[in-house]
């Protein structure tokens, strides 16, 4: 032990670590608590903070406020800016008590849950909001997809979905919500859902998901059965001859659901039949 160790340990003085800047940790700690006492006495849930002339609530990326119209400007800016300094410190805390204490941060991070972990991965306040609006707006998207895909089948499919998603958007746009939330992340949610959707339904048809079927298909075999589900024991329905045309409804499989020209409706083995859309 050093002479000057000795001196702290007899004497109970406290040994801190300095940071780059010259900022010890016990001034950002009571730095962070000036700025949560201020992030509580100023924002509210959602990023809102009372207009200085209404006390109304307002988001704090205004400029002006919705109920009485003030400028709000220079009000909003000085709370963005300390919670800005309030993510920074509270980051550079976080590292500083880290690298002192790592398996502390080690224990604690088990504890925390999977959704808190990415929260905290994110770099800024922004990045956090953006998340909360976009994933939830990306599995609502996907339900909606399913959903419809099992209900329904063809252009049923595809101009709800798109409509759906046009539709909210639209909606959000011109409703009071569009202040609270970014606009922007949830219509990247939807280009993305729909993009994913399309090219999962072109490279690989799978069941419950709309595919890039052929609109007609022709019997190449002497004989095709068309039978009333997609297997080799359901009963036939009718038997179609060579060269027959059929109209695609669905697959599933290895089976076309199809419409015969008279109207009749089941389904056929695809080896019995010729493909061009495959």
């Known amino acids: 032990m050093t002479a000057k160790n000795h001196t702290d340990h007899e004497t109970g003085a406290e040994t801190r670590k300095q940071l780059p800047d010259g900022s010890d940790q016990t001034t950002l700690e009571n730095e962070v608590k ?5 992030k509580l006495q100023h924002v509210h849930d959602g990023n809102l903070t009372p207009c200085p002339k209404c006390s109304q609530l307002v988001h704090v990326d205004s400029i002006e406020c919705l109920h009485c119209g003030a400028d709000i400007a220079g009000h909003v800016a000085t709370i963005r800016e300390e919670l800005q300094k309030l993510d920074a410190i509270g980051a550079e805390l976080h590292k500083l008590r880290k690298a002192t204490h790592p398996e502390n941060d080690m224990a604690k991070s088990m504890e925390h849950t999977f959704w808190e972990r990415v929260k905290s991965a994110l770099p800024s306040r922004r990045d956090r909001e953006n998340l909360s609006v976009a994933l939830p707006a990306f599995i609502l998207y996907f339900s909606l997809v ?3 895909r099992v209900l329904s089948n063809g252009a049923l499919f595809w101009s709800v979905s798109l409509a759906g998603g046009a539709v909210g958007y639209s909606m959000l746009r011109k409703s009071r919500i569009r202040k609270r939330v970014t606009v922007d992340a949830y219509r990247a949610a939807l280009v993305l859902g729909l993009l994913f959707a399309m090219s999962t339904a072109i490279v690989r048809p799978i069941p419950f998901w709309p595919s890039n079927l052929a609109t007609s298909i022709t019997v190449v075999s002497i004989e095709a059965n068309i039978r009333e589900t997609p297997t080799t024991d359901s009963p036939i329905v009718t038997t179609l001859r060579r060269g027959a045309t059929l109209t695609v409804v669905d697959r599933e499989g290895a ?11 089941g389904w056929v083995y695809s080896g019995l039949v010729s493909d061009s859309g495959q």
Request: glycine share 6%; net charge neutral; no cysteine.
């Open 255 to 265: 089976w076309f659901k199809v419409r015969t020209e008279e109207g009749t409706v």
């Open 146 to 148: 399913v959903a419809l």
């Open 34 to 38: 000036r700025l949560l006492d201020f």
